[in-house]
């Protein structure tokens, strides 16, 4: 929603300047082509049989714990029980995708969820006059549940460690980087099976000269083609002997195809346990998060999208058609302006604007960066550009899923192509729908302003995306209108 505009007359010709010298290529495992996971694979790759299985106990022994208390309270409190202890335990991250299954390890955690629900439902049943024999009863069915419970959690770990080792149950796991950790850290793996990776190729820009001796082969494909042909499951980033290497463009590239991305810390010997570390022996890995688009929260992004850009469009129906009529008597048809743009996985989509510009001889809008100075913008354009009313057509292409209201601004073919040689990670803001309005915006990254931070600004996007982000831009980019912050 937030224009971009520029006052610089060398940004209207970026776009033909010859790249310099020393260009950055994409990533080797990303050779201009889209990504496309399988969706099957997708979804199998997010359920774990081990999560499953305890959320199983946990639902199980709470159904006994109700039916064996005493007192059974009432219905509308063993729901609230079961929901407090259940969401309690979620919020502990017990039903998350681990390598160490270990219940000692996990011991503590559960507890802590334990007293958290315990203590949620005293404090509810107090503040609301619950009686003294029913208030004991929901805490006894807390107690006994937890009691219930963690025997046959104990046994569901010892099983899940007999299937990865006698029934090979592992992830099939890539190691990128064929130095010394690298291989050591596969080499383990193959040792220990009950961590659940199984380790079947290695992939290194500069490989160490001894490669001979790594536990599984050297692959020459690229990554993208590695991942597809061995059905691999997870990335483990290690180190690598290249001077520059791509461990950013391998965690986007499995990321997109639908793998666990784990990596193994600098200073790896120094890092304790924590709730993104996992444990493969003496090795930490730190586990990313899984790509925003993977996440269920994302489905409700797209329905509030969905929802946002349907209201607005009735509610603005009459402000854009007066700005239509404007637009039409100071310099006729068409009123709406049609520009190519780059999506999501590098599609291409139709968007729309309304036309600020006056027709002219030859159609420049895939070249020219800017028109802000440019003489034909009359003051028609000039108000719609200044207040960013010729971007509110944009919402039907919101609508039609092409783009978000939050997201990376979309840009031109060819200034995608330009971009993606010379700045680092440019390409990797197409891993999401672009957007009205985005991080970068809101931080006045607009017009004539640095392309890499603006690419920084997306990234950082996406790897922190969440609902609150995206209410925040939302909030930011109404102050960016309506006060421009002093800027």
């Not at 082509?33 to 081990?50: C, M, Q």
């Not at 069915?141 to 029934?167: H, I, K």
């Not at 149950?169 to 850290?185: E, M, S, Y």
């Not at 999506?343 to 510009?357: A, C, H, N």
Request: hydrophobic share 45%.
């Amino acid at each position: 929603m937030l224009t971009d505009t520029s006052s610089s007359a060398r940004s209207r010709v970026l776009a033909t300047r010859p790249a310099p010298p020393h260009t950055r290529r994409r990533p080797t495992w990303m050779p201009g082509v889209r990504l496309k996971p399988d969706p099957g694979h997708e979804w199998l790759s997010r359920v774990n049989a081990v999560a499953v299985l305890l959320l199983a106990v946990d639902v199980g022994a709470l159904a006994a714990a109700l039916a064996a208390v005493p007192t059974t309270p009432p219905a509308g409190w063993a729901v609230a029980v079961s929901v407090t202890v259940l969401g309690a335990r979620a919020c502990a991250r017990l039903y998350r995708r681990r390598l160490w299954l270990s219940w000692l390890h996990d011991l503590p955690r559960s507890a802590g969820a334990t007293l958290v629900a315990f203590a949620l439902l005293t404090g509810i049943a107090l503040v609301a006059g619950l009686d003294e024999q029913t208030t004991r009863s929901v805490q006894w069915t807390v107690v006994a549940a937890a009691a219930l419970s963690e025997p046959v959690r104990l046994a569901v770990f010892a099983f899940g460690r007999w299937c990865r080792r006698r029934l090979g149950r592992c992830d099939r796991t890539i190691v990128v980087g064929a130095g010394k950790v690298g291989a050591d850290l596969a080499a383990t793996m193959a040792r220990h099976p009950e961590y659940g990776l199984a380790p079947v190729g290695f992939v290194d820009a500069e490989p160490s000269p001894d490669h001979a001796d790594l536990p599984v082969e050297l692959l020459a494909e690229d990554l993208s083609e590695a991942i597809a042909r061995l059905r691999v499951g997870t990335v483990v980033l290690a180190f690598s002997h290249a001077l520059e290497s791509p461990v950013v463009d391998a965690a986007i590239t499995a990321h997109r195809l639908g793998c666990t991305v784990l990596v193994v810390p600098r200073m790896y010997e120094l890092y304790q346990d924590g709730p993104d570390i996992e444990r493969v022996c003496s090795y930490p890995l730190i586990r990313l998060s899984t790509a925003p688009t993977t996440r269920p929260s994302w489905w409700v992004k797209r329905a509030l999208d969905v929802l946002a850009a349907a209201s607005a469009l009735v509610v603005l129906a009459p402000l854009i058609g007066l700005c239509a009529l404007a637009v039409l008597v100071e310099s006729g048809r068409p009123v709406i302006f049609r520009q190519v743009r780059v999506g999501m996985d590098d599609r291409t989509f139709q968007l729309y604007k309304l036309r600020s510009v006056r027709q002219g001889e030859v159609d420049d809008s895939q070249s020219t960066w800017s028109v802000d100075g440019d003489a034909r913008v009359g003051p028609v354009g000039r108000f719609l550009r200044r207040t960013s009313i010729d971007e509110l057509p944009q919402l039907w292409n919101i609508l039609r899923g092409d783009m978000s209201v939050v997201g990376p601004r979309p840009e031109r073919p060819g200034f995608v192509r330009q971009f993606s040689s010379i700045h680092e990670l440019y390409w990797a803001r197409h891993r999401v729908p672009t957007g009205l309005t985005g991080l970068a915006q809101v931080h006045g990254l607009r017009g004539d302003t640095s392309i890499a931070e603006r690419s920084r600004y997306d990234n950082y996007y996406i790897a922190n995306w969440s609902l609150w982000l995206d209410l925040k831009i939302v909030v930011m980019t109404v102050g960016e209108l309506l006060f421009r912050w002093g800027r």
